[in-house]
């Protein structure tokens, strides 16, 4: 049935069953992405690093429009805007209950290029995205102990020699075909809309469903490598477990997904050069600058630089030689360019921490001098009254050196808290995973694959 804000409510509890009785869960939110815009071609660089497309993804940029209206027009919107807010807010408190009997039912959930999908699920129904890639990768993992992503399921071999286009439209339709089966579905009675030959693409409930159809027709191929072979295979099926929580990564020429589950993939790119020329410059003259060198790549970065990549690795000391002496434009390896941006993150690093340990110090200071007057106080009008805490003041020279030891690891946290009064508690960062600890251990599903993946199948560590 077609579940909408004004009967949310009332079926929510058959929401709840039909969780209880699937074996997986096809998703999708029609999000546009980076993908969407002028700067295509920036925004998505054929080399970003899985951390470098993470934070474009994060921080795409948001339109603002600006006009000018009377008083009476301007509370009117206020009262419109506040009145929309709350209606989307009762909307997300009540949706959030789905989403968190998803994550807590521990069931496979299937996406098509379901990055965005997941980021956007993650920030509005749990917590803002962390700035950090790994604790991004932690935190999705808690909340869905099981994604699989059809795009690049179909990327992948078996599939990949059989499956020319992995645009869903496309997919869809290639798995009717020989040698797939596709699964026979009985549309509710009431609800004929979702018949695939009437194709409504673009809107998330059907993207979602053809989704569904798509991942089923691709497992049960899997079950025809089997002897005997298999003509259906279960969602929980071990033939499946290499494609478990490795999400497409759209317009990256090298890595081809985001793993969940450990480090990423790192190609070696020693055919990649990195070029900074004139803003004046377009792609006809870089070709003109490497045309001695064939077939080439180029992948913008910004009005400013690229990456060039040659046909043969042992070209590379002869390009970046080129611009020994040229004014215009400088060449260097990927390694030079990736060791430069490492120094660079090094030093803002460490002058973040440096920042940080000042202003850590001068806070103490102040706290510590606070409370220690506060005490004098207290001893001075009070003839009767006596304090143990009086002798566990710490003197500015004292805090600081609290302060350098805690810093250093020579004082634990627990020795602080005991000996410093203006000690707060433990940093947002344990907090946080020990948080994601505990989600874990709440969402670890029972009967949970086991830790032997098939050996069948397996999503290739370099591409």
Known sequence: MEIIRSNFKSNLHKVYQAIEEADFFAIDGEFSGISDGPSVTALTNGFDTPEERYQKLKKKERYIVISKVDEEERKRREQQKH????????????????????????????????????????????????????????????????????????????FKDIINNTSLAELEKRLKETPFNPPKVESAEGFPSYDTASEQLHEAGYDAYITGLCFISMANYLGS???????????????????????FLMRVMDIPYLNLEGPDLQPKRDHVLHVTFPKEWKTSDLYQLFSAFGNIQISWINDTSAFVSLSQPEQVPIAVNTSRYAESYRIQTYAEYVGTKHEEKQIKRKWTEDSWKEVERKRLNTQCISYALQNHCYHANSLTA???????????????????????????????EQTDPCAESLSEGRKKAKKFKRMKKDLSPTGSISDSSAKLFEVPDTW
């Open 83 to 158: 009145a929309k807010e709350q209606e989307e807010l009762n909307d997300a408190v009540g949706f959030s209950r789905v989403i968190h009997a998803i994550a807590n039912s521990g069931k496979l959930v299937i996406g098509h290029n379901m990055l965005l999908d997941v980021m956007h699920t993650v920030h509005q129904f749990y917590c803002p995205l962390p700035s950090d890639l790994n604790e991004f990768k932690e935190m999705t993992t808690c909340v869905f102990p099981r994604l699989l992503d059809t795009k690049l399921m179909a990327s992948t071999q078996p």
């Open 225 to 247: 490598f089997l002897s005997p072979p298999k003509i259906h295979v279960s969602a929980r099926s071990k033939l499946i477990e290499p494609f478990f929580n490795k999400l």
């Open 386 to 416: 006596t304090s143990t805490v009086g002798k566990r003041n710490l003197s500015p020279s004292q805090a600081e050196g609290v302060l350098e030891a805690r810093v250093s690891g020579e004082i634990s946290d627990t020795e602080l």
